[in-house]
């Protein structure tokens, strides 16, 4: 089966439209379920014990007074886990490592950052595994700990992994370092470029990291049965992957899990893994009794993945009519206390917007002793280009081009060679480039204090294995069932569009729903932007399908050649110009006799979706600076970006503004904040400040649609493009208010009076 | 696609086996989720009021008070449901009537039966529901009510449906009446097989409604949002038809319904069709929460189906050396409150199982004051064939025949012409004698009071609307999903077998269970032993689908033309004899690279299943009467049934076990015991007898396999068969124990009593 169908221009009657939303009525009215919602008979709740120490070798764990508390029904520590080989990855490929997984899981030979897992227990009562929390004891030798990303790096910085030598250098270095892998991509002769240059920028930018923020906290629900069936409830981007990885930590068969993925209240990256999952299955297989847990938020902090914390450096050149000759970037990034954070994608997008003759890219991964970072929209990448895109500012001002012409000199087009080896396709970029430019908002006039920036994103999108079922029911409605998460985007609606526009049916006639992991082929997470985009492939082939048996069905039923018989609006008619002349049928009559006349009628998919196209964006912001508090307020925010064709617009823009908003957020207030013991010291909403309405204007959006011509409507996909500009946008927009160019994220009000103090002190 | 797949003869691993059954741990443990096992958050507590009359026309409902009632969400009478067109069926033609349906879910201008649904209250504990249906003011004037079937037959009964006027019968009838259908058929000349008769025996039998005595009582949980989407959970035979049922008594799109059968712990026929799923939804759309609806075992015995009560007439006749030359009966049904008796299967069945020249049979479809019949294992069959059997055993008995040889020389065997048309194709009739009289139950030595009795049943079996999906995991393991109910008979284990044998895989590694109506195409209702026949044959199409692709990969991989690919014990290898060499792949290698080679691999199957092979039992009963009271002791039995191929033999065993044991209830004890007053006076497990352990001996099956040529494996179908046969073979051993011939069910002390009394009353 080909899992690429190629883009074909066609008269559209509800792709494009903004039909009402399938889960919305459900989400307002408090129907829906996500997953704390879900409760079995006899259940009991479990909580784990998390290490309060940033590096400790665990040298017992005492469970026996936790056992004896009554009410108390199981306690697992490493020892209910297996150990895991370790497994590399080749350089430029992913690979999850499971004896990386397991220990992140529970912590095995030592705790590695405060709130690592080191036991858990199954109660009768909340308030009684608590209790029971308090009775383990833990014996730690508490080891010094590194949580800085430069510091890690030094040769004499705490190791966290003894065995882990740095990847993918050679020759292999003698001894073990925090520095997990080092990427590093080389495109054409970059002293040269720099030799070619007029201008020569160079910068060091340093980020916190930064938490998802979804506001449903991990929440599981597993039961095993006594013949090791085990059926899980859980809130993730990925059922089908959450159970190949709890039948790989638990050494299952993959056939004896059954997941049941519930409504999800953001993931944004951070539901790509599984945290309590394993857990859960692990007390219930000991206890016998279904097992719920449920993370406090204080545990979603200090124990799932926020995105890294980096240092970057830049250093570009470009000639006085801005072509840029060369462009350089060292980015490295914590991955918290495991291998893989993603400075993989990081380095990726970090230059790919431009047509670069001679690019040098350097990345580190580097393990520090602080929670394993996750997947977070758009992974790594607006880190990376909050410097890339800073420098690009600032040469664009020293060569005295407006920022999008700069840009619009440089960007890259069909046919443009990347440095890492990809030829791109069509592409959208100059479109949003031009459309922000025409924008109202990019001509308002400005006041003192207030500047304008610009920035822009790239994403490379992403396929994966995808399937899907529709059913068509006896009177003509659809049931879709969908194997790639709706992760809260509106997807089940934009799929269930897709297969009425294939259908000829109104898109009223198709439900969309999830499946659990039985009743489809395996589908990877929601991630890479990829849902809609080999979702949507998915729904099609699907829809296609049920479409050659509808015609082939009336075939049967009328008597003709099934080459006489055309689907279109909805209806087997005869074919245009066809001798064999037949009453149409709509798919409502072929429903109604379907049964009696072979079976009903159904379409299914399982794909490895192929031919993703990239997409980009433009940003333009404009702050105004209070320069007494340091405080920065956006006052208008603008976003065009290529999605290749928008499914339903209405979704898109909400996409482009979710983004626009959490980078909003990464750029002005979110922040870890450790203190010198290694503890996390803010691990709340009250303390991590997360925007809220006040915070951000209304947000303007421009879709753009350059169709990729490898889906079947044209779709790129839309969900992460958004974030990557707005940290690198803002900085630029600030110093275009007061002068000052901040290079530390947060831009928050104490880091922002500290520049400008700083700046009128080396003018004085 | 093809919908019969031929019967092929080959080597068998795994059918034939008795692995473990997959369901079975959740079953003993309690862990299983029955219909009343579901809870959602905010539920409410439905209950039903119930009329107390037989017959009454409703003057008015006034729910003011009920509504005023705090706690009261919902109450919902006959205004609530929209009324119907009257649907008629064809002769022979088995149509769902909704104009009667949804008078029966929620009576409308008349309450028909004592239990009949007048009004439903959805309240916030099951005391204030309870409360509240004592607060809603039924108006009701009391019409003169029937509950015998000869009785509602005359032209002066009290009239049920003014508008019932009896079909099938020229010219049409000038005044309504009770009787709703009347169906004949004709063979031969039957007057002149009674002139070649040389014993002629005359015969009236009546029995008594019975209920299939489910342990689970109707249970579901319906939610309804705002925007008029609906769950159901419910426990069900078929959660296809029950959709079908709920969208149409509501008037809604199908697909805006979605069903989750639950385990179901028994159903016979019983959970067919629904009762309280449009109730419980028709009340969370009125409160706008989920509505738990569960029955009382009072409730379930005066609302629910039971069997229907008849009247039946038998006239045969056979030459001295016993071939039967005439066979007429008159089969009159109860159809309870509403038409649709199963005296249509009762007519085929009644003769089917002989070869006959001359047969005459009427079956009158009866309207009464009673719960509208619903099937019930074998529907209507054991009825008929008490009469027939009865019949046959006295012929025997008077021309001194070996019971079981005057059956051989009279049997159907392939080619045998039936009454209704049909030609026999190869069936296991005969073998089934052959095998009862060769067991040594047949030879044990009898004492005094004690009497052997034989008999034997048909059942046609069925094919009907099924679907599945297989899907392989990542690991090689098998998700296989089926539509069709395991009605607690065992099928999932059945259908995993038949996968597996065709996948050449373990049966551990394939893991089955149940969608819900969005995951796979319509399913008809497990009925007519239908489900391991119709969705062992889906399961066989899934999975060759799933071994062609599984081939085609391979050929991709290995770079060979697929015809050079077979497929043996599991693997894909090189064809026998074929030029093109390659190193075989495992179904787990397979699927570990699936993802990467073009997705995952599955299999799928939507059918209307044709072909399904009758199914003949021949039962043999040992019994001992106590002549002081009257009871009957059953001694030994054994069984004899021709299923084509016992997949599973315990699993058919059981069968033929479970559907004895239900036999010798309904012929020993159980009955519904009806006041002058109209009401039922037994409707509990205390004064309705079902037969309890110390009631029955072990059950000596006999597993005869004469294979279906229109399945796969050869499977027939094995539920129903075994309950025809119980009632006439006790009747029958009592007959030999005491020379006392019973004509009356159930053949309890008192009337086993009252027959020896008036046998030696007519000796005096």
Redesign the interface.
Same mark, same amino acid.
């Given at each position: 089966?080909s899992?690429t169908i190629k883009y074909e221009e066609k008269e559209l009657k509800i792709v494009g439209t903004r039909p009402?939303r399938?889960d919305?009525?459900?989400k307002v009215?408090g129907?829906a379920?996500y997953g704390a919602?879900y409760?079995?008979?006899g259940q009991l709740i479990g909580k784990v014990l998390r290490s309060p120490h940033a590096h400790a070798r665990i040298r017992s764990i005492d469970t026996s007074a936790a056992e004896s508390l009554p009410g108390v029904k199981a306690v697992v520590t490493r020892d209910d886990f297996p150990d895991m080989p370790v497994e590399y990855a080749a350089a430029g490929e992913i690979v999850v490592n499971f004896f990386d997984v397991t220990r992140n899981v529970m912590a095995r030979e030592k705790a590695l950052y405060d709130g690592h897992a080191v036991a858990a227990v199954a109660a009768t009562s909340e308030s009684i595994a608590k209790q029971a929390l308090k009775l383990i004891k833990v014996d730690y030798e508490i080891l010094p700990h590194v949580i800085d990303v430069i510091e890690a790096m030094k040769p004499d910085a705490p190791l966290l992994h003894e065995h882990q030598y740095t990847q993918y250098v050679t020759p292999k270095p003698d001894r073990p370092s925090n520095i997990a892998r080092r990427l590093e991509f080389k495109h054409g002769d970059i002293a040269a470029g720099f030799r070619q240059a007029e201008v020569v920028v160079e910068r060091e930018f340093n980020t916190k990291p930064v938490h998802q923020g979804y506001i449903e906290p991990q929440a599981c629900l597993a039961?095993c049965?006594?013949?090791g069936?085990v059926d899980l409830w859980t809130s993730t981007q990925g059922h089908f992957v959450f159970r190949?990885q709890c039948?790989k930590l638990l050494q299952m068969?993959?056939?004896?899990i059954?997941v049941m993925p519930t409504e999800i209240g953001g993931g944004f990256g951070g539901k790509n893994t599984v945290y309590g999952e394993p857990v859960a299955i692990a007390l219930s297989r000991k206890a016998?009794r279904p097992v719920k847990l449920v993370m406090t938020r204080d545990e979603v902090f200090r124990a799932t993945g926020p995105t890294s914390g980096a240092n970057v450096k830049v250093k570009m050149g470009c000639t006085k009519d801005g072509r840029i000759t060369a462009a350089q970037a060292v980015l490295n990034y914590q991955a918290g206390a495991f291998a893989g954070s993603s400075v993989l994608p990081a380095s990726i997008s970090a230059f790919t917007r431009y047509a670069l003759d001679n690019v040098h890219v350097v990345g580190n991964d580097v393990t520090v002793n602080r929670p394993k970072v996750a997947a977070y929209r758009a992974p790594g990448a607006p880190i990376g280009v909050f410097g890339v895109e800073s420098v690009i500012d600032e040469m664009a001002k020293k060569v005295g081009i407006d920022p999008i012409e700069f840009r619009l000199r440089n960007a890259a087009r069909e046919g443009t060679q990347t440095y890492y080896g990809l030829k791109l396709g069509p592409i959208g970029f100059m479109q949003t480039l031009e459309a922000a430019r025409e924008h109202p908002n990019y001509r308002v006039p400005l006041g003192p204090n207030q500047g304008r920036g610009v920035a822009t994103g790239f994403w490379s999108n992403a396929g994966h294995?995808?399937?899907c079922?529709l059913?068509?029911?006896?009177?003509g %409605?659809? #049931?879709?069932?969908l194997g790639t998460i709706d992760v809260a985007g509106g997807s089940r609606t934009a799929m269930a569009m897709m297969v009425a526009e294939e259908l000829g049916i109104g898109v009223d006639?198709?439900?969309a729903?999830h499946?659990d992991?039985?009743?489809?082929?395996?589908n990877f997470v929601t991630a890479g932007s990829r849902g809609t985009f080999a979702g949507g492939m998915a729904c099609v082939i699907a829809a296609r399908e049920a479409i050659e048996k509808l015609k082939a069905r009336v075939a049967k039923i009328r008597e003709v050649p099934i080459e006489t018989v055309e689907w279109k609006d909805g209806q087997a008619r005869p074919a245009k110009g066809s001798a064999h002349q037949f009453a149409p049928m709509s798919l409502a009559e072929i429903a109604k006799v379907?049964?009696?006349?072979?079976? %009903?009628? #159904?379409g299914?998919?399982?794909?490895?979706a192929q031919g993703a196209g990239p997409g980009f964006a433009t940003q333009v912001v404009d702050v105004e600076v209070d320069r007494e508090t340091g405080l920065v307020k956006v006052l208008r925010y603008t976003i065009a970006q290529d999605v290749g064709k928008a499914i339903h617009p209405a979704y898109v823009e909400g996409q482009f503004q979710g983004g626009v908003v959490q980078g909003i957020g990464w750029a002005l207030n979110e922040e870890y904040v450790y203190g010198a013991d290694g503890r996390l010291q803010n691990p709340g909403f009250l303390d991590y400040r997360m925007p809220v309405a006040s915070d951000v204007p209304f947000i303007d959006t421009i879709i753009v649609e350059v169709p990729n011509p490898n889906h079947p409507y044209g779709v790129r996909g839309c969900g992460e493009v958004s974030i990557i500009a707005p940290m690198a946008a803002i900085a630029n927009a600030i110093e275009s208010a007061i002068g000052v160019r901040l290079c530390e994220q947060p831009m928050s009000p104490p880091r922002v009076l500290k520049a400008i103090d700083a700046a009128a002190g080396s003018k004085a």
């Amino acid at each position: 089966m080909s899992t690429t169908i190629k883009y074909e221009e066609k008269e559209l009657k509800i792709v494009g439209t903004r039909p009402i939303r399938q889960d919305g009525v459900d989400k307002v009215t408090g129907r829906a379920r996500y997953g704390a919602d879900y409760d079995l008979p006899g259940q009991l709740i479990g909580k784990v014990l998390r290490s309060p120490h940033a590096h400790a070798r665990i040298r017992s764990i005492d469970t026996s007074a936790a056992e004896s508390l009554p009410g108390v029904k199981a306690v697992v520590t490493r020892d209910d886990f297996p150990d895991m080989p370790v497994e590399y990855a080749a350089a430029g490929e992913i690979v999850v490592n499971f004896f990386d997984v397991t220990r992140n899981v529970m912590a095995r030979e030592k705790a590695l950052y405060d709130g690592h897992a080191v036991a858990a227990v199954a109660a009768t009562s909340e308030s009684i595994a608590k209790q029971a929390l308090k009775l383990i004891k833990v014996d730690y030798e508490i080891l010094p700990h590194v949580i800085d990303v430069i510091e890690a790096m030094k040769p004499d910085a705490p190791l966290l992994h003894e065995h882990q030598y740095t990847q993918y250098v050679t020759p292999k270095p003698d001894r073990p370092s925090n520095i997990a892998r080092r990427l590093e991509f080389k495109h054409g002769d970059i002293a040269a470029g720099f030799r070619q240059a007029e201008v020569v920028v160079e910068r060091e930018f340093n980020t916190k990291p930064v938490h998802q923020g979804y506001i449903e906290p991990q929440a599981c629900l597993a039961s095993c049965s006594e013949d090791g069936q085990v059926d899980l409830w859980t809130s993730t981007q990925g059922h089908f992957v959450f159970r190949s990885q709890c039948a790989k930590l638990l050494q299952m068969e993959v056939s004896k899990i059954r997941v049941m993925p519930t409504e999800i209240g953001g993931g944004f990256g951070g539901k790509n893994t599984v945290y309590g999952e394993p857990v859960a299955i692990a007390l219930s297989r000991k206890a016998h009794r279904p097992v719920k847990l449920v993370m406090t938020r204080d545990e979603v902090f200090r124990a799932t993945g926020p995105t890294s914390g980096a240092n970057v450096k830049v250093k570009m050149g470009c000639t006085k009519d801005g072509r840029i000759t060369a462009a350089q970037a060292v980015l490295n990034y914590q991955a918290g206390a495991f291998a893989g954070s993603s400075v993989l994608p990081a380095s990726i997008s970090a230059f790919t917007r431009y047509a670069l003759d001679n690019v040098h890219v350097v990345g580190n991964d580097v393990t520090v002793n602080r929670p394993k970072v996750a997947a977070y929209r758009a992974p790594g990448a607006p880190i990376g280009v909050f410097g890339v895109e800073s420098v690009i500012d600032e040469m664009a001002k020293k060569v005295g081009i407006d920022p999008i012409e700069f840009r619009l000199r440089n960007a890259a087009r069909e046919g443009t060679q990347t440095y890492y080896g990809l030829k791109l396709g069509p592409i959208g970029f100059m479109q949003t480039l031009e459309a922000a430019r025409e924008h109202p908002n990019y001509r308002v006039p400005l006041g003192p204090n207030q500047g304008r920036g610009v920035a822009t994103g790239f994403w490379s999108n992403a396929g994966h294995e995808t399937s899907c079922a529709l059913n068509i029911n006896e009177d003509g %409605t659809v #049931a879709l069932v969908l194997g790639t998460i709706d992760v809260a985007g509106g997807s089940r609606t934009a799929m269930a569009m897709m297969v009425a526009e294939e259908l000829g049916i109104g898109v009223d006639k198709v439900r969309a729903s999830h499946s659990d992991t039985t009743e489809l082929g395996f589908n990877f997470v929601t991630a890479g932007s990829r849902g809609t985009f080999a979702g949507g492939m998915a729904c099609v082939i699907a829809a296609r399908e049920a479409i050659e048996k509808l015609k082939a069905r009336v075939a049967k039923i009328r008597e003709v050649p099934i080459e006489t018989v055309e689907w279109k609006d909805g209806q087997a008619r005869p074919a245009k110009g066809s001798a064999h002349q037949f009453a149409p049928m709509s798919l409502a009559e072929i429903a109604k006799v379907a049964g009696k006349t072979g079976g %009903t009628i #159904a379409g299914h998919a399982e794909i490895n979706a192929q031919g993703a196209g990239p997409g980009f964006a433009t940003q333009v912001v404009d702050v105004e600076v209070d320069r007494e508090t340091g405080l920065v307020k956006v006052l208008r925010y603008t976003i065009a970006q290529d999605v290749g064709k928008a499914i339903h617009p209405a979704y898109v823009e909400g996409q482009f503004q979710g983004g626009v908003v959490q980078g909003i957020g990464w750029a002005l207030n979110e922040e870890y904040v450790y203190g010198a013991d290694g503890r996390l010291q803010n691990p709340g909403f009250l303390d991590y400040r997360m925007p809220v309405a006040s915070d951000v204007p209304f947000i303007d959006t421009i879709i753009v649609e350059v169709p990729n011509p490898n889906h079947p409507y044209g779709v790129r996909g839309c969900g992460e493009v958004s974030i990557i500009a707005p940290m690198a946008a803002i900085a630029n927009a600030i110093e275009s208010a007061i002068g000052v160019r901040l290079c530390e994220q947060p831009m928050s009000p104490p880091r922002v009076l500290k520049a400008i103090d700083a700046a009128a002190g080396s003018k004085a």
